[in-house]
């Protein structure tokens, strides 16, 4: 099923190998993905706010004669492909589109025309991606079964992903695997990492509000201190991972705000602490659940002060499944070559929202090395950029997942 390899040549001056018979015709879409994205980047929406970013995806496959359907989790947009070769599987193929709530620092002509939005994670880029492999598939079709092509709005926090699925995404689009991917600047362009079992961890919030007695900041012993309180309990929180977890296991408890005060010389009467907790297993989930509480509580009764935790499970683990994940792999390796493949690398904490289709479907999320471009910032930095010369190696892996794995019986 594959044709002969091919160079495709990249600004970096080496050549990405491709399997594909059809490589020519992806190359030759790279000054119009690039076209593409860099405009996308140019305009980012927040989650939720995707109005203009799914408008034009939606358009662009329509005119690809795609059927589109518009309005699951509000801005989403879902593409059906039917291939030409018969009956077969559904597969889904997802594609993040919204942006972050944060300043972007590059100067480059498609930089952020939007003050405090920015495609600091690649979001740009998937979606390109995603639209070239729609159109390329919809102009050949060369599979049989069907494609569902799924662009989905709000996963930086706000769980698009389960909303598109609350609204009738798998009642409505039935797929029997779902694969999606996310570019990854630590990797080198060109390869491609994958693995069955949990890669990205589980993300979950948490709340401390800490009660306290105010006080003038010179008569401390008439009151209780909430900001000793939530210094105390700080510290107190990393013991969850160094004491009380299995050295064998992996869990995160970060606290990343600490609000309290307005004056210099003024105890306040509450501090407030917030973080995250990331985690692979689920009683490892649960025993950080109940040990922020239990740690909050402790410190500040022992201080004389009163903890109000508040835990809120967000993502789940991302999990990839057995045998979606060793079909990816072979694929990986058709595509760039074994060299080009790992296999072995460590799950990240960072957290995915994939993870709920992976609990609905089997299928599997990978990892695109798009590092070694000049500006090859890991992402959510303010300097970040796609790098577009993975743009083609992209759309070449969606293509030749589906013409494999939906390759007539």
């Not at 102009?139 to 989905?152: K, P, S, Y």
């Not at 890669?199 to 201190?225: L, N, Q, T, W, Y």
């Not at 407030?272 to 025993?287: H, I, K, M, N, S």
């Amino acid at each position: 099923m594959f044709g002969r390899r091919l160079a495709v040549p990249n600004a970096l001056g080496w050549p990405m190998l491709s399997a594909m018979s059809n490589s020519n015709a992806i190359a030759e879409m790279t000054p119009e993905l690039t076209a593409w994205r860099r405009d996308f980047h140019r305009h980012p929406e927040l989650g939720f706010q995707e109005e203009r970013t799914s408008r034009l995806v939606a358009e662009r496959l329509a005119s690809c004669g795609i059927e589109v359907d518009r309005g699951l989790a509000g801005t989403g947009v879902v593409g059906v492909i039917e291939g030409r070769l018969g009956d077969g599987l559904t597969i889904g193929l997802r594609a993040d589109m919204d942006a972050l709530p944060m300043q972007e620092q590059n100067e480059f002509e498609h930089r952020s025309s939007t003050d405090g939005v920015f495609h600091g994670c690649g979001h740009d880029g998937h979606t390109t991606m995603l639209l070239g492999a729609a159109k390329h598939l919809a102009a050949t079709r060369n599979f049989a079964g069907r494609v569902v092509v799924i662009f989905q709005p709000a996963e930086e926090g706000l769980a698009g992903a389960r909303v598109m699925i609350e609204d009738g995404l798998f009642e409505r689009f039935p797929c029997d695997e779902v694969y999606g991917l996310h570019n990854w600047p630590e990797e080198r362009l060109g390869t491609i990492a994958v693995k069955p079992g949990p890669v990205m961890a589980a993300s979950d919030f948490f709340d401390i509000e800490i009660m306290g007695k105010g006080a003038h900041a010179a008569m401390p012993h008439r009151g209780v201190d909430p900001i000793v309180v939530a210094a105390h309990t700080v510290t107190a929180l990393q013991t969850l991972v160094s004491r009380t977890t299995n050295p064998l296991h992996s869990a995160v408890v970060s606290v990343t705000q600490v609000e309290a005060g307005s004056a210099y010389n003024v105890i306040p009467d509450k501090a407030v602490l917030r973080g995250t907790c990331r985690t692979f297993l689920p009683e490892v989930r649960d025993a950080m659940e109940a040990g922020i509480a239990r740690v909050a509580r402790g410190v500040a009764e022992a201080l004389g002060a009163e903890a109000r935790p508040e835990y809120r499970r967000n993502y789940p683990p991302t999990v990839n499944h057995e045998e979606q994940s060793a079909f990816a792999a072979k694929v990986a390796v058709d595509l760039v070559g074994q060299e080009n493949v790992f296999l072995d690398r460590d799950p990240s904490m960072g957290g995915e929202d994939f993870a709920f289709m992976l609990e609905q479907r089997p299928g599997c999320y990978l990892w695109l090395g798009q590092g070694g471009a000049p500006l090859s910032c890991n992402v959510h930095h303010p300097r970040y950029d796609f790098n577009d010369d993975v743009l083609p190696l992209g759309v070449g892996l969606w293509v030749q997942l589906i013409e494999s794995r939906l390759a007539p019986a």
